[in-house]
């Protein structure tokens, strides 16, 4: 589905005055009907982690996941970007003549570029040059749904916007000034360098204002976040966390029975979603969809989503869902343990899940996943093949912090029984004559907490031990 990029970018939200928008709009006008058409180039470098049989294969499903038709492709192979044009001069030539004979309006480029390397390439081009992250961001603003998602990407924009405005204004003074004659030649002809400075500072000190309102916000975001997980932190939660397109929200909604949003898309999930997962028995646990990583993930935009990720930094198990039937697993693997470790996440256990495994004609790579990592599974959210051994692995680990009790507590006493039934699963009620009697399931620091805060709770029996300590440790 083709969607118009620019009429979702969080600032144009209503809240946002329109002298906010971010300077940079990578794709200029999309009011158009017609698709944006782009050129796709990369740099190869010598230790690029891009997919060496198709090097530019995720930067093209990037680009029509941004709703943008890619016209033609060109790579080079050099041992570092050039400092005016990322690209070697030949090649640049080539870029030229096949961005004119595609009639494309856009450049995207591979790699991370420098200001002045797309000010380069602008000029040399003719068309707007955009690159990776800029892109990465560009389909966050069009599928940030939630005002949190919204202001978060809107920050990350900004501040990658911020250090490359002076780039752009002093690009459309030389256009200007030139004798150009093109939509900048409205910044004026010769003697335009006050104007456009002025509006640099006029931009900047907006950008700035705009930055520290955001991050205002999204600080306040933040601890009511942290709050609201602190407050289930009685509940085991379990935190879905892969590669983008792996098929998280696919397992979770085979799993519990929602309906997350599915697609053959980069980035379909942006939010963070907390649903009962049931696993039997009268055991549930909390189970969690993030946003999808991707590598060289823009750094300002793992910053921002501290929030969202919040579930995912508070998990108690981590499910890793790897896509095996990709031909890059393993690098998506590796991305997502960076971003992970980036977010302080390493020491939460994890379970890796091999997923799509009804598609992977390959199991040699299953096999070597496998090897390197402890405890693997391999499912297919689709088929549901291997759900019933993830539901076993869970519980086991689940009833690891868990005890179930039998507690005794007096008629009078509504408080102390409504305080036990918001943490634990209560499996079966009694009513004797002096007080009710409850089987429970219960966290076993939650019910610690409990018996110092309501002594009138007696615990009559319990099947396993108590204090932590004493646990069996079946993790
Ligand atoms: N064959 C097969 N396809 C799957 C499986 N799981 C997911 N898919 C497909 O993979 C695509 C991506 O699935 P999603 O569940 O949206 O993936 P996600 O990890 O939530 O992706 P983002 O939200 O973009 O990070 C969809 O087209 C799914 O139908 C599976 O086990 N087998
Ligand atoms: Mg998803």
Same mark, same amino acid.
């Given at each position: 589905?083709?969607?118009?990029?620019?009429?979702?970018?969080?600032?144009?939200?209503?809240?946002?005055?329109?002298?906010?928008?971010?300077?940079?709009?990578?794709?200029?006008?999309?009011?158009?009907?017609?698709?944006?058409?782009?050129?796709?180039?990369?740099?190869?470098?010598?230790?690029?982690?891009?997919?060496?049989?198709?090097?530019?294969?995720?930067?093209?499903?990037?680009?029509?996941?941004?709703?943008?038709?890619?016209?033609?492709?060109?790579?080079?192979?050099?041992?570092?970007?050039?400092?005016?044009?990322?690209?070697?001069?030949?090649?640049?030539?080539?870029?030229?003549?096949?961005?004119?004979?595609?009639?494309?309006?856009?450049?995207?480029?591979?790699?991370?570029?420098?200001?002045?390397?797309?000010?380069?390439?602008?000029?040399?081009?003719?068309?707007?040059?955009?690159?990776?992250?800029?892109?990465?961001?560009?389909?966050?603003?069009?599928?940030?749904?939630?005002?949190?998602?919204?202001?978060?990407?809107?920050?990350?924009?900004?501040?990658?916007?911020?250090?490359?405005?002076?780039?752009?204004?002093?690009?459309?003074?030389?256009?200007?000034?030139?004798?150009?004659?093109?939509?900048?030649?409205?910044?004026?002809?010769?003697?335009?360098?006050?104007?456009?400075?002025?509006?640099?500072?006029?931009?900047?000190?907006?950008?700035?204002?705009?930055?520290?309102?955001?991050?205002?916000?999204?600080?306040?975001?933040?601890?009511?976040?942290?709050?609201?997980?602190?407050?289930?932190?009685?509940?085991?939660?379990?935190?879905?966390?892969?590669?983008?397109?792996?098929?998280?929200?696919?397992?979770?909604?085979?799993?519990?029975?929602?309906?997350?949003?599915?697609?053959?898309?980069?980035?379909?999930?942006?939010?963070?979603? =907390?649903?009962?997962?049931?696993?039997?028995?009268?055991? @549930? /646990? !909390? $189970? #969690?969809?993030?946003?999808?990583? %991707?590598?060289? *993930?823009?750094?300002?935009?793992?910053?921002?989503?501290?929030?969202?990720?919040?579930?995912?930094?508070?998990?108690?198990?981590?499910?890793?869902?790897?896509?095996?039937?990709?031909? =890059?697993?393993?690098?998506?693997?590796?991305?997502?343990? @960076? /971003? !992970? $470790? #980036?977010?302080?996440?390493?020491? %939460?256990?994890? *379970?890796?899940?091999?997923?799509?495994?009804?598609?992977?004609?390959?199991?040699?790579?299953?096999?070597?996943?496998?090897?390197?990592?402890?405890?693997?599974?391999?499912?297919?959210?689709?088929?549901?093949?291997?759900?019933?051994?993830?539901?076993?692995?869970?519980?086991?680990?689940?009833?690891?912090?868990?005890?179930?009790?039998?507690?005794?507590?007096?008629?009078?006493?509504?408080?102390?029984?409504?305080?036990?039934?918001?943490?634990?699963?209560?499996?079966?009620?009694?009513?004797?004559?002096?007080?009710?009697?409850?089987?429970?399931?219960?966290?076993?620091?939650?019910?610690?907490?409990?018996?110092?805060?309501?002594?009138?709770?007696?615990?009559?029996?319990?099947?396993?031990?108590?204090?932590?300590?004493?646990?069996?440790?079946?993790?």
């Amino acid at each position: 589905m083709r969607h118009s990029i620019r009429s979702q970018t969080p600032s144009d939200h209503r809240d946002t005055p329109r002298s906010n928008r971010p300077a940079r709009d990578p794709f200029g006008d999309r009011t158009t009907k017609r698709p944006e058409r782009a050129v796709l180039a990369g740099v190869l470098l010598p230790n690029t982690k891009a997919d060496l049989t198709n090097p530019l294969g995720e930067l093209a499903a990037l680009t029509e996941s941004a709703g943008v038709q890619v016209v033609d492709t060109m790579i080079q192979k050099r041992m570092e970007l050039s400092a005016a044009y990322a690209l070697g001069k030949g090649r640049l030539a080539e870029l030229v003549e096949r961005v004119t004979a595609a009639q494309a309006d856009v450049v995207i480029f591979d790699n991370d570029l420098a200001p002045r390397q797309i000010r380069g390439l602008e000029e040399a081009v003719g068309r707007k040059v955009i690159d990776r992250s800029e892109l990465i961001l560009d389909i966050f603003a069009s599928r940030a749904k939630t005002r949190e998602a919204q202001l978060q990407v809107e920050l990350a924009q900004l501040e990658y916007t911020a250090p490359r405005i002076r780039g752009l204004w002093t690009h459309l003074e030389r256009i200007a000034g030139g004798g150009g004659g093109t939509a900048a030649g409205a910044v004026g002809g010769v003697g335009t360098r006050g104007p456009g400075e002025r509006q640099i500072e006029v931009d900047r000190r907006v950008i700035k204002e705009r930055i520290s309102f955001l991050r205002r916000e999204i600080a306040e975001i933040d601890r009511r976040k942290q709050r609201e997980v602190g407050s289930r932190s009685d509940r085991f939660t379990a935190s879905l966390v892969g590669y983008t397109n792996s098929g998280k929200s696919t397992l979770i909604n085979k799993l519990t029975n929602t309906d997350q949003f599915v697609a053959d898309l980069l980035f379909a999930t942006l939010d963070t979603k =907390t649903v009962r997962w049931s696993l039997g028995e009268g055991r @549930s /646990v !909390l $189970l #969690s969809d993030t946003v999808g990583f %991707i590598r060289d *993930l823009p750094h300002k935009l793992v910053a921002s989503f501290r929030a969202t990720l919040e579930e995912a930094i508070h998990a108690d198990l981590l499910l890793h869902v790897v896509d095996i039937s990709s031909t =890059t697993a393993w690098q998506q693997m590796e991305a997502v343990d @960076s /971003v !992970l $470790l #980036s977010l302080g996440c390493e020491k %939460i256990p994890q *379970l890796t899940l091999l997923n799509k495994c009804d598609i992977a004609d390959d199991s040699a790579m299953a096999e070597m996943l496998a090897q390197h990592r402890r405890d693997v599974l391999r499912i297919s959210a689709l088929t549901g093949e291997g759900l019933d051994e993830l539901v076993r692995e869970v519980t086991q680990r689940a009833k690891g912090d868990a005890v179930d009790v039998t507690v005794r507590i007096a008629h009078t006493d509504g408080k102390t029984v409504a305080e036990l039934a918001k943490v634990a699963d209560v499996l079966a009620r009694r009513y004797l004559s002096e007080c009710v009697e409850l089987d429970v399931r219960v966290n076993r620091a939650q019910l610690r907490q409990l018996r110092g805060r309501y002594p009138g709770m007696t615990v009559v029996s319990s099947e396993g031990p108590l204090n932590d300590t004493d646990a069996e440790d079946d993790n």
